[in-house]
């Protein structure tokens, strides 16, 4: 048993907000590795139905990752800006572009009533993304039984997380799909693989370290063990997966060969993150000098015009997150999933 974990297998399925369900998680879990929840983006109500859903599909232990950015810092002048550059797409697709943006979800750092919710329903862990709660909820988390994991990015990252009392450390490398999980979005970025990110923090921390970023086989998951790591945390090799909340356009587009082209761009949501290169993305880069509205701001006006084009019959301006190793995921069932990466892990079958 991994003593981290408390599960059978070093697996960590990524949280994924929007990706990741019930029956994602409860699969994953039920095959020995740690399943996910990532309700960031739900509101309470949602993320305690989500949960109460997951664990009455298993009774092992799932995560639940939580977003911890600090508030947004709202800015009308550039907000404006920001609209006034997609509105040209709004045109085109037939709709109004928005007259304001809305901050559409309330980071956890100040969100209490989903703090108590958590500790009301008790997944055996909860994650911090984008920095970390008061080391006053951290404690209060250690006294319910739940453990609790914090993605970084860097050592600065990694010493925050060990001096506020987090049971372990999400190495989250610069292959990774999805949100980077740095602290401060306008610090410079080391921009560290997943690898050298292992070393360093196995080195230079105490507590133990996950490796993420790019894993996409059991290959990816002996390496990182070999580093250090004890267990490795992996995102866009799941979203294939039946049970994943994937629709129809994402699962075409990356099983395409356009999911070898990725780009980590903070024009979609407001903070750098790892997606396909879509129209979206052309656009939002174009604007030379142009910032986007601070995060979830910008993704307000992302996902207003994704529901546009879909109306239109085009799917070139969602969020198509996935990690470097893309061209390499699998559509299998979540549990056959886990189970092939063991095997692989193991040698038995390096070449599925």
């Not at 879990?29 to 997951?54: F, H, K």
């Not at 037939?94 to 703090?115: C, D, H, K, M, R």
Request: glycine share 10%.
């Amino acid at each position: 048993m991994i003593k981290l974990l408390g599960t059978a297998h070093p697996i960590i399925q990524a949280p994924m907000a929007g990706i990741s369900t019930p029956a994602l998680a409860a699969a994953v879990s039920n095959a020995g590795a740690l399943g996910s929840l990532g309700v960031g983006a739900s509101s309470v109500d949602q993320a305690r139905s989500a949960i109460i859903q997951t664990q009455s599909l298993t009774h092992k232990p799932i995560n639940v990752n939580v977003s911890c950015n600090a508030p947004p810092r709202r800015n009308r002048t550039i907000e404006a800006a920001w609209i006034s550059h997609f509105s040209p797409f709004f045109d085109k697709f037939g709709a109004e572009p928005p007259e304001s943006l809305n901050e559409i979800y309330q980071t956890f750092v100040v969100n209490e009533n989903a703090f108590r919710m958590l500790l009301e329903v008790r997944p055996g862990f909860v994650s911090f993304h984008f920095g970390i709660p008061s080391v006053e909820k951290i404690a209060a988390f250690r006294e319910a039984g739940i453990k609790t994991l914090a993605t970084a990015t860097n050592l600065q990252e990694a010493r925050a997380i060990e001096a506020a009392g987090v049971d372990g450390i999400i190495a989250q490398g610069i292959e990774a799909g999805g949100h980077r999980g740095m602290f401060d979005p306008h610090a410079k970025d080391d921009q560290l693989g997943t690898i050298p990110l292992v070393r360093l923090l196995v080195r230079k921390s105490r507590l133990p370290v996950v490796a993420a970023g790019g894993i996409m086989d059991g290959l990816g998951i002996k390496s990182a063990l070999e580093q250090g790591a004890v267990a490795a945390q992996l995102g866009t090799a799941f979203i294939l997966c039946p049970e994943s909340a994937a629709d129809e356009g994402y699962r075409a587009i990356l099983k395409s060969g356009r999911s070898g082209l990725t780009k980590l761009t903070s024009v979609v949501s407001g903070r750098p993150a790892r997606g396909i290169v879509n129209r979206l993305i052309e656009h939002g880069e174009a604007g030379a000098g142009l910032p986007p509205a601070d995060y979830p701001i910008a993704y307000d006006l992302a996902k207003q015009l994704h529901a546009a084009a879909t109306r239109e019959g085009t799917n070139e301006f969602a969020a198509h997150w996935v990690g470097q190793g893309a061209l390499l995921a699998r559509e299998f069932p979540a549990a056959q999933l886990v189970r092939t990466l063991l095997e692989e892990v193991a040698g038995t079958n390096a070449h599925v």
